[in-house]
């Protein structure tokens, strides 16, 4: 997908306002990303100048730290920019994933950072830790401390984690085994 594409799916996703703090944030993101891809030392060396002076003044109005080192999937959507967003480097995150405010996703200080599958709702408060794996379509709780590996359609809730299957994988396996 060419960047615009990327940009004006983020702009669409996210009320379609150039004031939005967290389409202005993705969109210095997708930036900083193109200037680190450049393949052109003097060009990478400009734009990725360019990048720090927009991230620094971004980062000071909207909170919102996505290093472009970051791998974000498609049509990520961050849900409420009232607060603080904060991702580690090393992170990846698939399609279609929602973040609310005041999130932490990154390490806790030994090492490799979190992968995230597809389709994964992350709740306001919340910090996903560690070189762990978030399965797909999982929904994590609004408060939630995530230090372990959570397997896919699954809930978790609570500090320290707990994880519950999710009810729309419940009831699939009962059609699955009526039929």
């Not at 996210?14 to 060009?43: C, D, K, M, Q």
């Not at 480097?89 to 005041?102: K, L, S, T, Y």
């Not at 408060?125 to 794996?133: D, F």
């Amino acid at each position: 997908m060419r960047l615009f594409d990327v940009i004006r799916g983020d702009y669409n996703r996210h009320g379609s306002s150039l004031t939005e703090p967290a389409f202005v944030s993705l969109a210095i993101y997708r930036y900083g990303r193109w200037a680190v891809s450049l393949r052109n030392p003097v060009a990478r060396r400009v734009a990725s100048r360019f990048y720090g002076l927009l991230k620094f003044l971004i980062l000071n109005v909207t909170k919102i730290w996505i290093p472009p080192q970051v791998r974000i999937g498609e049509d990520f959507h961050i849900i409420h920019a009232e607060g603080s967003l904060s991702i580690h480097p090393e992170v990846v995150i698939g399609d279609r994933c929602g973040v609310m405010h005041n999130v932490t996703i990154g390490t806790n200080m030994r090492g490799r950072a979190p992968v995230i599958g597809n389709d994964v709702f992350i709740g306001v408060n919340s910090t996903v830790l560690g070189p762990i794996r978030i399965g797909d379509r999982v929904r994590i709780g609004a408060n939630t401390a995530v230090t372990t590996n959570v397997p896919s359609d699954s809930v978790v809730v609570g500090s320290p984690a707990k994880i519950y299957p999710s009810l729309t994988a419940t009831a699939r396996k009962r059609e699955t085994a009526d039929a």
